[in-house]
């Protein structure tokens, strides 16, 4: 195994990166990247094309109508960065069983997220449709996914570990919001809430990035 030395950033003096195949990390990283931001160029684009305001509808309402294929694939292409930082964690692990937990979340997200899409149809006043039901699911594992792959990528650098807990304290603060909230003002909550979750998965992809970068 070789070891590669690290820079101050890391903050600490060396971490063996022996094994990992740089490629696959890089790959996984820009894909985690892009399932990140895609969606909520698509989320703009969508609401350009459809009627929808951007404070009172939810992103679920850009899931209806002629043009609910846009926002479709916002979330597969979300799903699908999803995936990748999960491949990418699992090659590139970095932790014990907090981190081998985060994986599993990652993956379920994923995999929640795909169901979402597909499930676009929404039940009545008294009636909870299935896309209703599958977005609870979201709401632990976003709480929980930064904060079990914190003591694995906190060693690396301070700047992970407030990002992965402003992320969680964010997500579960929004989402519970979004939920409670009047419909006038639910969108703007619910975007919010999305847009937390990036400070967690766009640093980890980042954190893939500079391991295969390392690898190299």
């Not at 703007?188 to 937390?196: D, G, H, T, Y």
């Amino acid at each position: 195994m070789t070891n590669f030395p690290k820079s101050d950033r890391f903050g600490c003096d060396e971490v063996t990166w022996g094994g990992h195949r740089s490629e696959l990390l890089l790959v996984c990283a820009l894909s985690g990247i892009v399932g990140s931001v895609a969606p909520i160029v698509l989320n703009v684009i969508a609401a350009g094309v459809a009627e929808h305001d951007f404070v009172a509808d939810t992103i679920s309402d850009l899931g209806r109508g002629p043009h609910k294929w846009i926002m479709d694939y916002g979330f597969y292409i979300n799903a699908f960065g999803l995936l990748a930082l999960a491949i990418g964690s699992a090659h590139a692990h970095l932790g014990r069983l907090g981190w081998s937990l985060g994986i599993f979340v990652l993956a379920g997200t994923a995999f929640v997220t795909v169901l979402i899409g597909v499930w676009d149809k929404f039940g009545g006043p008294t009636d909870m449709s299935v896309h209703t039901k599958l977005t609870f699911f979201l709401g632990p594992l976003y709480l929980f996914g930064p904060l079990l792959m914190l003591g694995g990528a906190g060693p690396l650098g301070r700047g992970y570990t407030w990002l992965f807990i402003t992320a969680a304290v964010l997500w579960a603060f929004l989402a519970t919001a979004f939920k409670l909230a009047p419909n006038g003002i639910d969108g703007a909550l619910e975007k919010a809430a999305v847009i937390a979750t990036q400070l967690w998965t766009i640093p980890l992809a980042w954190l893939l990035w500079t391991v295969g970068r390392e690898a190299t």
